[in-house]
């Protein structure tokens, strides 16, 4: 049996012989000689929550005086889930998961009962609590830890934070005594709640109870109404508390959770726990908490060596794994919301699958969080007691090894050792950023770091020099340095720091360090940015190589500062856009966003935004970095706009009130640089909508829809937009119909009535292609435009035709003396293009191949190859096309004006007027 299988014991009874190694347990010894005789009545097998139900009835029917005070019948029914559970982890290797989610449904079985049986009493003595609108007021019971994540180990105690509705009063007895108000009805709730299930009596107790989690921990009353727990949150949360609070989810009463009042908790949680953006700062929160953890423990320890034997606190214990899985979902969970999950193997494989963390590592950690649990219920199995250190006697280190399958102790102690020695590295790693670096250690390293973090910043300015110092010194005097938290000063003190040293090593040069300080002070507000690069030296690096490549990507960063985390990924620089990955993740995010109830339209507008700019980017990354040549970064901008149009599109029908099928009958047909796969990273798209529904209000529909979409493209929200959207070239411009039925728009292009196309609507339909929609409507178009493009047309008259619009382009964008401009001078792209669409229009019929929209490099060769150009004319054409488009895409990435001096691309303008001497005479 796998762990992820179920697991469905057969039923055994007590009649028969009971398991051999769980009754070495001698809390198992205990419960045979209590409870033997009451057991005798009772069913035998997987203790799930049905037939917690079945048991407790019993047990209230064997003594009836339970019936009214259900603490003492609790309190069996505990021991007898803990009885069974010994016999199926000790003997029958249960998985983990049977093991916790036993104990989980028995902590919220409990807890349902308790809170059942006390506001029954209380309202008996005070009356219902109402708020102010009339309406009983609702209590939740809130689990915290291993009990929100649904992961409670067999002698665990249980985090709870006690939450009501609103404030208000009870409506007293019905002769008017007993009033009170709802906080201290609660408040008597929780006390009375207590005793049923935490306190120690002849039969024990059901759990312990810890309150240290409610706002403002032991200090704090003991039941909090939301409004107040909400302002806590915001007001005095702090960076541990989130931790915290990401496993919480409301486990009691049952009633609340089925009518959905509980609902109202997570409005109030989610922003706490996951932030908007990628959240830094908790690396350092984290450290010191694990530090104080590691520090108790060690006292703990002092003069009792056994103690540092804890599978749970001590070093490559259970917590770091907690702590390692936990810090990915806070830094990343607010933009990322495929990553929130309570279970700690749920979220090892989502960390995997989103890329931040290995496979392999994630496979590690989930065996050793496995492996380790397993031990820490046998050391709790032994005496019940809330304990996970390892025993020191001989007998019970062989008992648990053999009940893990282990023949002798030796092969279990070896195993252990790897396991937290794996769990221990992945840790270090994680949290080591900021300590790492430094690369020094003992007392001469504390002595620098101190030392770094209370460098002046005059004293580092002094290590630059030239313009940047000059820059920086105006930093002296800058309010937003100066209103800097002392943490977050000491981290800028030590990037500078980093950058004058990787500077004076030559691996970053002076305008990288220029643009980083303009990028970086408007930011300095958002202290999380500072602590990443501090975290992150890799992304540090790779930030200021990308900055001191273009100045386009340092204004990019300024808009969308967030989406320097992609320079953390490893791959970063190694792999190509893929669309399916891409929309598989939006949609893996929208359906997270489900589940919380947060998939309005605003959140799915930035979802789409930050994964658009999140990719943009790292195509910006590899082609700075000279990973990829100038069309694959045209074909992964084209390759990521139809992906972006394919989600929208979808998500959009899906937010439209007046849709009236499950898909829109629509496609979107890309023109221009999209339609060519040629865009480039600020270029807009040029698209016509066309539909294909018999419904009859389908032109109102879609007109409607269309407008909505365009919105949702081109709007601008927090996170920016996505793309400027052009409908210029549908039938008629800007005139015409914004949708048009397919049939409309293909009577239009091939002639057919008296409202057609004209001769540059045929010349932008050779770069047309089917982008999204409707899949039926795929085949109709390609046979349309090449119906289109490969229609008999006079040569001359078409001549004519590109000729004057040639020159009406021409005079739009006059030249400038002495200078040669890469696009519009005689010789410049747009006379390729023009050529090319000249060739396309008036030679397809004879020459199929160059219907293929395949772009202008790859039709020029063919041509030639068909014989239309002479020998080498069509190549040198081709090598001249893509050198003009590598120089305008460089000029535009560092934002210098497309013209050059003329003796620069003399041989490319050359050999471009030169076709278009063969081509146009």
Known sequence: MTRSEPFDAAPVTMEGQNPKKATYSRFRQRLERRYAELWAILPWGVPHRENMQTVFDLVCTHNPTWQADPGAALRIVRQWVLAQLMDLDCDQQAPLETITLCMTHLAEFALDVACRHTLTELDKRHGEPLGASGKRVEFWIVGMGKLGARELNVSSDIDLVYVYEEDGDTTGTTDGRGQISCQEYFARAVKMMYALIGETTEHGLVFRVDLALRPNGNAGPSVASLGALEEYLLVQGREWERFAWMKS????????????????????????????YLDYNVFESLRTLHQQIRDHAAKRSAGHPERANDVKLSRGGIREIEFTVQLLQVVRG???????????????????????????????????????????????????????????????????????????????????????????????????????????????????????????????????????????????????????????????????????????EGRVNEDAVLRMAD???????????????????????????????????????VQHPGVIDELAGGDVLTTRFNADDFEAELQSRWVALQRT????????????????????????ARDVEGVLTIEQVADDLSALADAVLRVTTQWCWACFKNRHCDAP?????????????????????????????????????????????????????????????????????????????????????????????????????????????????????????????????????????????????????????????????????????????????????????????????????????ACLLPTGVGEAAANAYRELRRVQHHARLNEEPTDVAPSDLQRESEAVLRLWRVVMG
């Not at 409301?250 to 409005?267: C, H, L, T, W, Y």
């Not at 999380?528 to 190589?545: C, D, F, G, I, T």
């Open 519 to 557: 990028w970086i002070e408007p930011l300095l507000r958002r202290e999380s940015y500072l602590a990443m690069l501090h975290e992150r030296p890799a992304v540090h690096e790779r930030l200021l190589r990308l900055l001191g490549a273009a100045r386009w990507p340092a204004r990019y960063l």
């Open 249 to 276: 989810r409301v486990v009691a009463p049952r009633s609340a959770i089925v009518n959905g009042s509980a609902q109202a908790m997570r409005q109030v949680v989610l922003p706490f726990v996951f932030r908007k």
């Open 334 to 504: 607010g933009q990322f919301p495929e990553l929130r999950t309570r279970s700690t193997l749920d979220a090892l494989q989502r960390v995997a699958k989103a890329g931040l963390m290995s496979l392999q590592a994630a496979q590690a950690l989930s065996a050793a969080y496995v492996f380790l649990r397993r031990v820490e219920h046998r050391i709790q199995y032994l005496d019940d007691q809330q304990t996970h250190v390892l025993p020191t006697q001989d007998e019970d280190l062989f008992w648990i090894a053999q009940t893990l399958g282990y023949s002798d102790t030796c092969g279990f102690l070896k195993d252990l050792d790897a396991h937290r020695e794996l769990v221990a590295q992945e840790f270090d790693v994680l949290l080591g950023g900021g300590r790492a670096e430094q690369g020094c250690a003992g007392k001469a390293c504390a002595g620098k770091v101190v030392s770094q973090e209370h460098t002046e910043l005059e004293t580092l300015i002094e290590l630059f020099s030239g313009a940047v110092k000059k820059r920086l010194w105006l930093w002296h005097e800058s309010p937003k340095i100066h209103a800097l938290r002392e943490e977050s000063r000491s981290r800028l003190m030590r990037l500078l720091q980093r950058t004058a040293q990787w500077q004076k």
């Open 665 to 865: 009958q629509l496609a979107v047909i890309g023109y221009g640089k999209l339609g060519g796969k040629e865009l480039g990273y600020g270029s807009d798209l040029d698209i016509v909508f066309v539909y294909q529904d018999a419904h009859e209000r389908a032109q109102e529909i879609y007109a409607a829809f269309v407008r909505k979409l365009i919105n949702w493209l081109t709007v601008k929200t927090g996170q920016g937009d996505l793309y400027e959207i052009d409908t210029a070239l549908r039938p008629n411009g800007n005139a015409g119909l914004l949708v048009t039925p397919f049939a409309s728009y293909a009577d239009y292009q091939q002639q057919r009535g008296s409202n057609t196309a004209w001769t540059w609507e045929h010349q932008a339909m050779t770069r047309a292609r089917f982008v999204v929609g409707l899949s039926t409507l795929k085949a109709p178009f390609d046979g349309m435009r090449h119906g289109v493009i490969s229609a008999p047309r006079d040569p001359e008259s078409l001549k004519y035709e590109i000729v004057s619009m040639r020159e009406r382009v021409r005079k739009g964008h006059p030249e400038k003396t002495d200078r040669f401009d890469v696009k519009h001078s005689p010789g410049g792209m747009v006379d390729v293009e023009f050529a090319v669409q000249y060739l396309v229009l008036l030679h397809t019929a004879r020459h199929p191949e160059l219907a293929d929209n395949v772009g202008n490099i790859a039709l020029l060769q063919r041509a030639e190859k």
């Open 597 to 620: 109830g947060e998939d309005d339209e605003e959140n799915l507008l930035n979802l789409l935004r930050r994964g658009h700019h999140a990719e943009l980017f790292r195509t910006l």
